[in-house]
T-cell receptor, first 113, second 113 residues
Framework: GENVEQHPSTLSVQEGDSAVIKCTYS??????FPWYKQELGKRPQLIID?????GEKKDQRIAVTLNKTAKHFSLHITETQPEDSAVYFC????????????FGTGTRLLVSP | DTAVSQTPKYLVTQMGNDKSIKCEQN?????MYWYKQDSKKFLKIMFS???????INETVPNRFSPKSPDKAHLNLHINSLELGDSAVYFC????????????FGPGTRLLVL
């Protein structure tokens, strides 16, 4: 089945800096890669997603890139703000065996003013 | 106008007890899920239901029994609670089963003493 690894586990940046979170997946048949943001004590919420027929997608300060050959994808946040502080999860929709969303282990992002 | 709701929000109980968590979505979605988030924040699928039918049971002990009386509801009953069941349980829903955005409920924080 699908396995998703996520790095780093924690990331501290200064306000205005960029932040990059990286994930790798194992199932070459996976074709959908969402990113979720979870604020402290709250529910995970989708912030951006990418499908396997696209290499990059951007939404304001957030962008995601996908390298299918290397089986990795990344989240890029530019001009970080304190309200970006949260735990970010990558995920992969595995298509081999039971189809399901498999989450990475999460990255705790702290943006200091 | 809450999209995905869960009750109760908090649940504190003794080992060996039986408890239920209820989930409702008013998005008209066909697919619902239960996830478990442990103390390290790992998010793992437990069950997936599509059109009231069980799709995935992710090697969850049979003390956990989901029930979907209709497409808008997915409840979780847990028998003989154990200390290791302490976690946050999230319900989620999506339009269909596949590469779809999943919308999470607010979570139920279960503490087994």
């Amino acid at each position: 089945g699908e396995n998703v690894e996520q790095h780093p586990s924690t990331l501290s940046v200064q306000e205005g800096d960029s932040a990059v979170i990286k994930c790798t997946y194992s199932d070459s048949a996976s074709n959908y890669f969402p990113w979720y943001k979870q604020e402290l004590g709250k529910r995970p919420q989708l912030i951006i997603d990418i499908r396997s027929n696209v290499g990059e997608k951007k939404d304001q300060r957030i962008a995601v890139t996908l390298n299918k050959t290397a089986k990795h994808f990344s989240l890029h946040i530019t001009e970080t703000q304190p309200e970006d502080s949260a735990v970010y999860f990558c995920a992969s929709w595995g298509n081999t065996g039971f189809q399901k969303l498999v989450f990475g282990t999460g990255t705790r992002l702290l943006v200091s003013p | 106008d809450t999209a995905v709701s869960q009750t109760p929000k908090y649940l504190v109980t003794q080992m060996g007890n039986d408890k239920s968590i209820k989930c409702e979505q008013n998005l008209g979605h066909d697919t619902m899920y239960w996830y478990k988030q442990d103390s390290k924040k790992f998010l793992k699928i437990m069950f997936s239901y599509n059109n009231k039918e069980l799709i995935i049971n992710e090697t969850v002990p049979n003390r956990f029994s989901p029930k979907s009386p209709d497409k808008a509801h997915l409840n979780l009953h847990i028998n003989s609670l154990e200390l290791g069941d302490s976690a946050v349980y999230f319900c989620a829903s999506s339009q269909g089963y596949g590469q779809e955005t999943q919308y999470f409920g607010p979570g139920t924080r279960l503490l087994v003493l």
